[in-house]
């Protein structure tokens, strides 16, 4: 039995190549995975939290784009849904 709790965090090298691989595919379903898999990237946060995303949930404040979860694995009741995350460009 493993002592690891929890799953083992994604290598930036381990990202690069599924974008990239994502991105060089003819697949219609690649450009879906290509965007969940870098706003789930940017914002740190859980695939049960993207999935639930909606354009009514993400708004721009000045330099970046921001984005409130209802609930999240630490906040299950919601009490925080009003507390945004942020997500910068890094030039």
């Known amino acids: 039995q493993s002592l690891e709790e929890g799953k083992r965090p994604m290598s930036f090298d381990a990202y690069r190549l599924m974008c990239k691989k994502l991105n060089a595919s ?9 965007c969940f898999l870098t706003m789930e990237w940017n914002l ?18 000045q330099d970046c784009l921001v984005f409130f ?23």
Request: charged share 30%; proline share 4%.
């Open 44 to 61: 740190m946060a859980r695939s049960d939290n993207c999935k639930m995303m909606h354009l009514s949930h993400v708004e721009w404040r």
């Open 26 to 34: 003819d697949a219609s379903e690649a450009l879906f995975g290509h």
């Open 69 to 91: 979860f209802g609930k999240t694995k630490g906040d299950q009741i919601g009490e925080k849904a009003d507390e945004p995350w942020h997500v910068y460009s890094n030039p």
